[in-house]
């Protein structure tokens, strides 16, 4: 069972490049979202979708775009790579909306801008 | 948002049980509490969840105060393998889901 898959793993940067996350979720769920783990910190929403089509704006949006492709996957992308924003990724999705449903996670993707 | 309360880190030895505490006053009537934990170089994983009443889990257990202001995540007979850090989230139908920083948990051989 893949479960949540996030492509890259690992990637290195230098400030003012651009670079997509990708992340795609193969148990038809519904809602998708894009959270971003310093070291030693909690995590941090960025964007959510709670739905194919729609998308809105976390805690930390700044810096970044989504892209609800289709159902299967939510795209981040930062289009001019800063320091802070080094950090671990980590996508998520949950069968439903509403209160009752579980989250599951991706591995994380590990973020360093030069 | 909704937030929750949970202290920095807390200490157990092996084999004995955890209470994990979270306070979660301005919680709506629709919230759900959620817990997750972390263990270390992965991603969270969901423990149980509970909307009134206590819930049991093969992972945990998860009390509720009647008031609903707070919640406590009971792990019976905590392992090794159970340090971690411990998110306590309220689940809402906005599906706004925030998490804080968490209660590490170290566990004394």
């Known amino acids: 069972n893949a479960g949540v898959t996030q492509t890259p793993k690992f990637q290195v940067l230098k400030t003012g490049q651009s670079m997509t996350l990708q992340c795609a979720q193969d148990?038809?769920?519904?809602?998708m979202y894009w959270y971003r783990q310093d070291p030693g910190m909690g995590l941090r929403l960025i964007y959510y979708s709670a739905s194919e089509g729609t998308t809105d704006k976390g805690e930390v949006p700044n810096g970044y775009n989504v892209s609800r492709l289709n159902k299967r996957e939510f795209s981040l992308r930062l289009e001019s790579a800063a320091p802070s924003q080094t950090s671990v990724y980590f996508c998520?999705?949950?069968?439903?909306?509403?209160?009752?449903?579980?989250?599951?996670f991706g591995e994380g993707s590990r973020l360093t801008v030069l | 948002d909704a937030k929750t309360t949970q202290p920095n880190s807390m200490e157990s030895n092996e084999e004995e049980p955890v209470h994990l505490p979270c306070n979660h006053s301005?919680?709506?009537?629709?919230?759900?509490i959620h817990w997750y934990r972390q263990l270390p170089s992965q991603g969270p994983e969901y423990v149980i969840h509970?909307?009134?009443s206590n819930v049991n889990n093969r992972m945990a257990s998860l009390a509720i105060a009647e008031d609903r202001k707070s919640s406590t995540l009971i792990l019976h007979r905590a392992t090794l393998r159970d340090a971690a850090v411990y998110y306590c989230i309220l689940r809402g139908r906005d599906d706004k889901i925030i998490f804080g920083k968490g209660t590490r948990l170290h566990i004394l051989p």
């Open positions: 998520a999705s949950s069968l439903r909306g509403g209160a009752a449903g579980e989250l599951f």
């Open positions: 148990m038809n769920h519904n809602s």
């Open positions: 509970g909307l009134t």
């Open positions: 301005t919680i709506s009537g629709t919230d759900y």
